[in-house]
T-cell receptor, first 114, second 113 residues
C-alpha cells in the first residue's frame, strides 16, 4: 500500500534559522514526489515537485528538496526561514501507474518565532 | 491567472439535507480530483476523473456520496443525506494526467449540524 509519513506534527524555528521537514514514503511504483503548503483557510499550493533527473529540486519561496531513493525520503529544506513561512506543509506521492492519484502525509505545522 | 474555483466556500446545513459542491477546473486540464480534509483523517481522496470519466471513487461512501462531471468545466460532489460526520473541508483539484501535478481550489467548508 502507498503511504507517506511526516514524522513531525509540529516544528518551531526561529526566524532566520534553517529548516528541514522530513518526509518518508512507501510506494510500489516509481514515485512522483511533491511538497505543498497550506495557509489557514486556504487551498494547497505547490512548492516543488520531483519527477526524475536531478535529485535536488528547487521550488518557490526559496525552498528545495532532495530525493533519496535509498532512504525513501524527500525532505524539504530552506536555509533561512521567514515569518511568512508559518503554515502547514504536506508531502505527497503519486505515480503514473496509479493514475497520478496523490497520497498525502499528515502534514507538519511550522511555527516561526521572532 | 488560471485557478480552480469551488463553490460554495462555506456551507452550514442540517443533518439529512442534500449538499452539492461545485468545482470549475482549470481550462484544459483533463484530471479532476475530490479530496476531503479533516483533523482526524487528514487529506483523503474521494474520487477522481480523467477526461470526465470516473476512474476511482473507492474512497467515497457510496450510499450517500456521488460525484459527476456533467461537462469539462464542471465537477460536482453531492451528499444526500448529509450527516454530522461529513463536516470537513472538501477540496477539488485539477491537473494534466501526463504531468501528475495538481492545482487545488480553496475548498468548501461544510458543517452539518
Amino acid at each position: 500500500a502507498q503511504s507517506v509519513t511526516q514524522p513531525d506534527i509540529h516544528i518551531t524555528v526561529s526566524e532566520g534559522a534553517s529548516l528541514e521537514l522530513r518526509c518518508n514514503y512507501s510506494y510500489g511504483a516509481t514515485p512522483y514526489l511533491f511538497w505543498y503548503v497550506q495557509s489557514p483557510g486556504q487551498g494547497l499550493q505547490l512548492l516543488l515537485k520531483y519527477f526524475s533527473g536531478d535529485t535536488l529540486v528547487q521550488g518557490i519561496k526559496g525552498f528545495e528538496a532532495e530525493f533519496k531513493r535509498s532512504q525513501s525520503s524527500f525532505n524539504l529544506r530552506k536555509p533561512s526561514v521567514h515569518w511568512s513561512d508559518a503554515a502547514e506543509y504536506f508531502c505527497a506521492v503519486g505515480a503514473l501507474e496509479y493514475g497520478n492519484k496523490l497520497v498525502f502525509g499528515a502534514g507538519t505545522i511550522l511555527r516561526v518565532k521572532s | 491567472d488560471a485557478r480552480v474555483t469551488q463553490t460554495p466556500r462555506h456551507k452550514v446545513t442540517e443533518m439529512g439535507q442534500e449538499v452539492t459542491m461545485r468545482c470549475q477546473p482549470i481550462l484544459g486540464h483533463n484530471t479532476v480530483f475530490w479530496y476531503r480534509q479533516t483533523m482526524m483523517q487528514g487529506l483523503e481522496l474521494l474520487a477522481y476523473f480523467r477526461n470526465r470519466a470516473p476512474l476511482d471513487d473507492s474512497g467515497m461512501p457510496k450510499d450517500r456520496f456521488s460525484a459527476e462531471m456533467p461537462d469539462a468545466t464542471l465537477a460536482t460532489l453531492k451528499i444526500q443525506p448529509s450527516e454530522p460526520r461529513d463536516s470537513a473541508v472538501y477540496f477539488c483539484a485539477s491537473g494534466l494526467h501526463h504531468t501528475g501535478e495538481l492545482f487545488f481550489g480553496e475548498g468548501s467548508r461544510l458543517t452539518v449540524l
